[in-house]
């Protein structure tokens, strides 16, 4: 079996350090923590220098064929549907409303002179509104993002990372 | 203006440019000459950190001086570039910052070069990025110098030039010497003296009119010479059809220009992970935000407090609204308090050039070096290190933005920033959003997008009033002008994307669907970003 037709959720091949891995990438602390047993063995690394490149190619399309198998894994879909059905919409009524104000405020100025309260008039309104709406929305992202999308993508990282380390590993 | 104040603001300056040097020497002791630390200072910025410095890289001497001063002079259509130029980051944060984060490495090209052939994409995204930032560096820096000039109470072009080349130079020493880690420190400086300053002025205000905002609205109405119509648009853009439709097209640039800008772009590298670059963009929405709501008190304060026919006596563009405010807020030209807060104001002002030429410089030599140096060199030449070719093209680079902005000195500054903004929203949007979201986009598409916006941006702007035809343009003799419109956005953004889309439907080979996965795969998830 090769290691990257396992489900995406099981890591248990000993994975050895790609070049790809970078030491200074806080994720990896993490990761190398997290997966202390499948590390540091001391093995020597399995290079053989005569057919290292036709190797090297095969192990780069193996990287390849993980990431269409991580994207076709339904944790995957889940992540990638669950961003797009809030940013669709949310891109879409933001840019309406914003094209709609500065339409109405070049062509419509008397009626955003309409007076509301005092010296405050609908323009003023409108723009500050604008503000608002621009915080609500950047709050509401950045909740949603943390609490439905953050956790799910990063075990989709650790899983596809180690699927990647197997990948070029096992061709070498 | 009397001896004292300039003394004290040249004293303030000085202040300034010292503790500037004196992080960027301290930023050149701690690195390590690697590409990660000039570009990126290692990504070790936190979300704080970096919000400040994407605030202060966004919030230029023309939003601090221009909008509140477009304000004073005619009240409601300054508004809407505070409004524009906010809303702009709610297009980074959805779309943009996370996606970009986990796909590139340093510059723009690197998220198009993740699916597409590497030379072409690197050629055309470089190029267009080092045309958007000299076009944003000549902007600031000829608003640097009529800006001194103005504050310094300077006459005539010698003031002028010798402060184009001191900004040159010293942003220059910064970026070559000092990398990402210097710059953004000066960036975090700044950002914390100019948000400083703006709240305590628009506390003044506030205070002067007792907490009403009523009070202030009808004052700044009633001093103004335009009564109630100061208070809603069309002062400005209400005449003709033509100047409406232009700025319908310039508020499209300036929402979709942002998310293109090379120097943004480039900050989202300088912190660990996707999630931190969000943190960092909802930091920097709340600050840039909150700054946008006190140019807009400062404005019609200053239009209540020092009069906008006053304002207009002192610079026809409104520039010296906010300094003038100060004067007055301070207690007069006579007291201790006016000139003091006249002097802070003129050197935040002065900061705000530095650190916003700083980042640009920055983020423009490295897509020299990084895309377009990496693409051009032949194969048997020396191999030199990246980094040692970024600093010498930042000299490069300020070399040549201090040629063009001495040559441009008489263009509106306004209009350059727009400008760079329709290029950046034509050329740079469409390429980067059709590689995050798009399966069959193929190279063919990514270079005609990036040149159907490019070319078509440059050129409408060739056959603008702005070039020719009007007495207030660059050639005045001459008349070629046969596009109506000053800002080319409504007609360059959407060819950008048209053009783009063409070239994916007829090129012959086929996108790859690995390499699109790996694209959405690691967009979304970080998987192997570095």
């Known amino acids: 079996m090769e290691p990257w037709d396992k489900e995406i959720s099981v890591n248990k091949h000993d994975g050895r350090d790609a070049g790809e891995v970078r030491f200074d990438d806080p994720w990896y602390d993490a990761l190398a923590f997290g997966w202390a047993e499948t590390d540091g063995t001391g093995e020597p690394a399995p290079t053989v220098p005569a057919a290292r490149r036709a190797q090297e190619e095969d192990s780069d399309r193996a990287a390849a064929d993980v990431y269409l198998e991580v994207q076709r894994s339904a944790a995957f879909q889940e992540v990638r549907s669950r961003y797009r059905k809030f940013v669709v919409p949310a891109f879409v009524s933001f840019f309406l409303w914003y094209v709609a104000y500065v339409v109405t405020a070049t062509t419509a100025t008397e009626f955003m002179a309409t007076p509301v309260a005092g010296s405050v008039n609908v323009a003023m309104l409108a723009g500050l509104g604008q503000f608002l709406t621009t915080f609500v929305l950047t709050w509401a992202y950045a909740r949603h993002a943390r609490l439905r999308r953050d956790r799910a993508a990063l075990q989709l990282r650790w899983d596809t990372q180690e699927l990647t380390r197997g990948a070029r590993g096992g061709a070498a | 203006m009397t001896g004292n104040h300039q003394s004290l603001v040249l004293v303030l300056f000085s202040v300034f440019v010292a503790v500037t040097l004196g992080i960027t020497t301290w930023a050149s002791r701690n690195r390590h000459g690697s590409a990660e630390e000039f570009y990126t200072g290692s990504r070790l910025f936190s979300p704080v950190e970096n919000g400040l410095a994407i605030a202060g890289d966004y919030m230029s001497a023309a939003s601090f001086l221009g909008i509140s001063g477009l304000i004073a002079l005619f009240g409601y259509d300054g508004m809407l570039y505070s409004v524009g130029f906010l809303v702009a980051w709610l297009v980074v944060l959805l779309l943009v910052a996370e996606l970009v984060r986990n796909c590139g490495r340093f510059t723009l090209a690197d998220v198009l070069a993740a699916r597409m052939r590497e030379r072409p994409v690197r050629i055309a995204a470089g190029t267009s990025s080092v045309i958007v930032s000299v076009l944003y560096l000549v902007a600031q820096m000829v608003g640097a110098g009529s800006l001194v000039a103005l504050l310094l109470g300077g006459t005539g072009g010698a ?372």
């Open chain 2, 159 to 530: 003031a002028q030039t010798w402060t184009v080349i001191g900004v040159g130079a010293l942003m220059v020493v910064y970026v070559s010497l000092g990398g990402m880690r210097a710059t953004t420190w000066i960036q975090i400086v700044k950002a914390v003296l100019l948000l400083a300053g703006t709240l305590v002025l628009g506390v003044l205000v506030m205070v002067r009119f007792g907490g009403d905002f009523n009070e202030l609205l009808s004052t700044a109405a009633d001093n103004s010479g335009f009564g109630e119509a100061f208070l809603a648009p069309g002062l400005e853009y209400g005449g003709s059809w033509t100047d409406r439709l232009d700025f319908i097209s310039l508020g499209l640039a300036l929402v979709l220009g942002t998310a293109g800008l090379p120097h943004i772009l480039s900050r989202f590298y300088t912190v660990p992970t996707a999630r931190a670059a969000r943190r960092s963009v909802v930091w920097a929405i709340g600050l840039i935000g909150g700054f946008y709501l006190m140019t807009i008190l400062l404005g019609f304060g200053a239009a209540a407090i020092v009069g906008s026919d006053e304002v207009r006596e002192s610079n026809e563009a409104g520039n010296t609204a906010v300094p003038l405010l100060a004067l007055d807020l301070g207690g007069g030209a006579d007291s201790t308090g006016g000139p003091v807060l006249f002097a802070v104001v003129a050197a935040v002002a002065f900061a705000t050039i530095l650190a916003v030429v700083a980042g640009v410089t920055l983020s423009s030599s490295a897509s020299v070096a990084h895309d377009l140096y990496a693409s051009f060199r032949r194969a048997g030449a020396k191999q030199r290190s990246e980094v040692a070719v970024a600093r010498v093209a930042a000299v490069g680079i300020g070399v040549v933005s201090i040629g063009l902005s001495l040559l441009s000195g008489s263009l509106n500054v306004a209009f350059l920033v727009g400008l760079a903004f329709a290029v950046a929203a034509s050329a740079n949007l469409p390429v980067l959003l059709f590689t995050l979201f798009w399966r069959r986009f193929t190279t063919r598409g990514a270079v005609w997008s990036v040149y159907g916006g490019l070319i078509p941006a440059v050129a409408l702007v060739v056959f603008s009033p702005v070039v020719s035809g009007r007495p207030t343009s660059m050639f005045p003799g001459a008349d070629f002008a046969f596009f109506p419109l000053e800002n080319p956005g409504l007609i360059s953004i959407p060819l950008g994307f048209l053009a783009g889309w063409l070239g994916t439907v007829t090129s012959s080979e086929e996108a790859d669907e690995a390499k699109h996965a790996e694209t959405e795969v690691r967009s979304l998830t970080g998987a192997g970003a570095v």
